[in-house]
């Protein structure tokens, strides 16, 4: 079991050389158990990552409470009411460009991932099989994850997360075809809130290929129409495009 433990962290840590590298891939594409052995010590490296910034966190604050407390009598720099106003119209301008200019599909759709995809939040109840799986996500395990992911899609309990989360780490491996499979598998699925249409959305605008911005701009319009999952994002989207 060491043994096992220390060859997974000479992985992740970059030990291993790129032979080794790929035959660790391969083992987890493969075997299943090794799979959750590797998804268990993500889980636990994550963990402790999260104490230990917990913990900094908590020093930091201290120690600016103490740093606060020693300045107080420093003096604070006010702007002019000239510079203000130039920050002001600064940001007016960013504002402008921002909202209103035309905007690539792929950049939007960067935007959005970056921001709300990097890492998946963990949903209450959701099954210890889908949450090693989030982790490896979470820790761009992307091939693990998706080791995991897959056989979680014939069970009923746990079918509609395991078929989100794999077309997520489909369109975070850049697998655009099987992410659009995984989304289209979720649109037809009957569920009070479906993600489905939005995520084909958004892998069609990172993809954009030739006619996946119409395509795109279509199933945005029909997500505005029928007040669907996304409707606010598909909002401003639909403008910039």
Same mark, same amino acid.
Request: aromatic fraction near 10%; charged fraction near 25%.
């Given at each position: %079991?060491?043994? *096992? ?15 080794? /590298? ?21 889980? %636990? ?11 900094? /966190?908590?020093?930091?604050?201290? @120690? ?7 300045? /107080? $009598?420093?003096?604070?720099?006010? =702007? ?37 995809? $990097?890492? @998946?939040? *963990? ?15 979470? $820790?761009? $395990? ?23 989360? @794999? ?23 009957? =569920? ?33 129409? /029928? ?15």
């Amino acid at each position: %079991m060491n043994n *096992l433990l220390s060859y997974i962290d000479d992985y992740f840590t970059g030990v291993l050389n790129d032979d080794e /590298k790929r035959e660790f891939e391969q083992r987890c594409h493969n075997d299943e158990a090794f799979a959750q052995e590797v998804a268990e010590y993500i889980s %636990m490296r994550d963990q402790i990552n999260a104490r230990l910034q917990q913990r900094k /966190k908590e020093d930091f604050e201290q @120690l600016y409470q103490q740093l606060s407390v020693s300045q /107080k $009598s420093a003096k604070i720099t006010i =702007l002019r009411p000239l510079a203000l106003l130039a920050a002001a119209c600064v940001l007016l301008l960013i504002g402008w460009f921002t909202f209103f200019q035309k905007t690539s599909p792929q950049r939007i759709a960067d935007n959005y991932i970056s921001t709300n995809l $990097s890492t @998946l939040g *963990l949903n209450m109840g959701v099954s210890d099989s889908l949450q090693t799986g989030i982790s490896a996500y979470n $820790s761009k $395990s992307f091939q693990i994850a998706e080791r995991l992911f897959k056989p979680m899609i014939s069970k009923p309990e746990t079918a509609a997360e395991a078929i989100k989360y @794999l077309g997520l780490t489909y369109l975070a491996e850049k697998k655009y075809n099987n992410a659009l499979e995984c989304f289209d598998q979720l649109s037809a699925l009957s =569920l009070y809130t479906n993600p489905g249409k939005f995520y084909r959305a958004l892998t069609l605008m990172e993809r954009s290929e030739a006619g996946d911005k119409d395509n795109a701009k279509k199933i945005l319009q029909e997500i505005i129409d /029928k007040n669907l999952f996304g409707n606010t994002e598909a909002r401003n989207w639909i403008k910039r495009l």
